[in-house]
């Protein structure tokens, strides 16, 4: 990085320009999606910060004062009182400073995704003769204050020889989910799989599960490359359990820690047994790490001003589904109609799901001969059951592709953001919308006109996916879907009725109603059998 040559507190009120805020500080934008380094100079010395992904970097700003200059140096007819100083701002050296930081996290999610159940990493950003140490885990980035290794080097060299004594734990590997982990230290030559063995308390028995890390072929079904969230990592297991039909895979993620216990959700679901059938089968769950990524924050005192909750390490057990891709044509809709029915069933006893994806559409296979599925809504560890429950826009944790286009939408100063029953029937519509478009013979596919759907931008995304719905004929659907297209054409005729003023005095919307609305629409176009089942009375 090209070296910078002016003084330190000017350089320090750059960097500072880009810090999380401090506590006491009202922010007027969300906290930027990029890990900042704050700095040092003489007459400030902030506290360790915590940096979050939300937005846009926030611009640069001056609010530091900085030193004066020697009064030998200054021109008596300079030092005229009020006078106006113009700093100049080098925008080279901010880009510097981003450039580095984005390199920074991008390397901190490469070593948290290369050890199974590694709980956090470190990193460093050098300027000149400063550098700022970085913690990454699934909760965030925290940054230590500057240190000037010329100027404090016994600081400096102290922190050199505690790193010297860290162990495997101290670096955030998990030795018990990881065995090999030393062996890939202490070993030029890539290391066998190790078995791992874990117990569980499960409804009727304790039992014990069993697979091997690093996973082999075909074991590994689902994993997600992130610096911060759920990090999700589903693989397969093998087990002792007497009462298994069929085979079992694993789920190890970091949920947030205020969050209901998923496991809890799926059992007070179950308590419906119209819809055994179309739910997920979990045998046992526990914390691997309870208190998580509280513990640092705890220590370091900035667990009460944290812009995310923590999050715990959790790893549950769970019946092998199919993705409902496997599918084709009427096999598909009729799928995806059950889960419609399940889901309506649960929203009316306050069993919300939340966050309605294709991937989360699956199918539980019964039969060898002639075998029958069955639409499952699986992957509730963002549900609740709680009824309209106000959330922040920045806490909004959903897929974003299928969100209803209305929680996409910026909120007027003090307007709640509350999802209710139409945003989840509309990630329905988007889900069915999405398979005519991008799946081709059960693979992600999608035509150019709709690969920018694939945003994680709310905005580009909304964008996007509205023009669909205001002109759907623009669109081709894969040659599979092609007999289906008029039922995707009344889909966006509803979709489209649904992009309105919103009215804070409107009377709220009948669930029932509108779910035989959108049903009359849907199957409008749609001449394959439709399911009874799961029964919802009145419809």
Same mark, same amino acid.
């Given at each position: ?49 915590? /940096? ?47 450039? /580095? ?66 162990? *495997? ?78 085979? *079992? ?23 419906? /047994? ?47 589904? *199919? ?84 929680? *996409? ?131």
């Amino acid at each position: 990085m090209p070296p910078y040559t002016q003084t330190g507190a000017r350089f320090a009120r750059i960097i500072s320009g880009f810090s999380a805020p401090q506590k006491g500080d009202t922010p007027s934008a969300p906290i930027s999606s990029v890990p900042t380094p704050s700095g040092s100079a003489p007459e400030y010395t902030p506290p360790s910060v915590e /940096a979050d992904n939300c937005g846009q970097v926030p611009s640069t700003s001056n609010k530091h004062k900085r030193p004066a200059e020697d009064p030998d140096e200054i021109d008596p007819e300079e030092r005229a009182p009020k006078r106006t100083k113009v700093v100049k701002k080098n925008p080279a050296i901010n880009d510097h400073i981003i450039d /580095a930081v984005l390199k920074s996290g991008i390397n901190g999610a490469e070593m948290l995704c290369s050890s199974l159940g590694r709980t956090n990493a470190f990193g460093m950003i050098i300027i000149d003769a400063t550098i700022w140490i970085w913690r990454f885990d699934r909760q965030g980035a925290i940054q230590s204050t500057g240190i000037n290794f010329i100027e404090d080097l016994p600081r400096f060299m102290v922190l050199l020889l505690a790193m010297q004594r860290f162990d *495997l734990s101290d670096w955030g590997f998990n030795e018990k989910l990881d065995p090999a982990i030393s062996l890939r230290h202490s070993s030029a030559t890539p290391p066998t799989p190790q078995p791992i063995e874990l117990e569980f308390d499960g409804e009727n028995q304790k039992f014990k599960v069993d697979f091997e890390f690093p996973f082999g072929e075909d074991r590994l079904l689902h994993e997600v490359f992130s610096l911060k969230g759920k990090s999700t990592t589903v693989f397969k297991v093998t087990s002792d359990l007497k009462n298994n039909e069929s085979g *079992l895979v694993a789920k190890l993620y970091w949920p947030n820690q205020d969050r209901p216990n998923e496991a809890d959700i799926i059992k007070h679901a179950h308590e419906d /047994a119209d819809l055994a059938n179309h739910l997920p089968c979990i045998f046992g769950s526990r914390d691997l790490d309870p208190i998580g990524t509280r513990r640092i924050r705890e220590e370091l005192g900035i667990a009460a001003r944290s812009p995310r909750p923590p999050r715990l390490l959790r790893i549950a057990i769970f019946e092998e589904l *199919l993705p409902i891709t496997i599918l084709t044509g009427d096999n598909l809709v009729f799928a995806w109609l059950e889960c419609i029915r399940c889901h309506y069933r649960l929203w009316q006893r306050h069993i919300r799901h939340l966050d309605l994806s294709l991937a989360n559409l699956m199918l539980r296979g019964r039969g060898v001969v002639e075998p029958k599925y069955f639409g499952v809504l699986n992957d509730w560890d963002l549900g609740d059951e709680e009824e309209n429950r106000t959330e922040s826009r920045k806490d909004l944790t959903k897929t974003i592709l299928f969100t209803a286009l209305d929680l *996409l939408r910026d909120r007027l100063p003090g307007e709640p953001l509350i999802q209710l029953y139409p945003h989840d029937l509309e990630s329905f519509a988007w889900i069915l919308v999405w398979v005519f478009l991008a799946i081709r013979q059960g693979q992600a596919s999608p035509g150019a006109k709709v690969t920018g759907w694939r945003t994680s931008h709310p905005h580009v995304n909304k964008k996007e996916r509205k023009d669909f719905a205001v002109s759907p004929w623009e669109y081709i659907p894969h040659e599979e879907w092609s007999s289906y297209w008029q039922m995707a054409r009344n889909i966006a005729a509803w979709l489209r009725s649904r992009i309105k003023e919103p009215d804070p005095n409107a009377p709220p919307e009948d669930d029932l109603e509108l779910l035989r609305s959108f049903l009359n629409v849907a199957e409008s176009g749609y001449t394959g059998r439709k399911p009874d089942l799961p029964k919802i009375e009145g419809l």
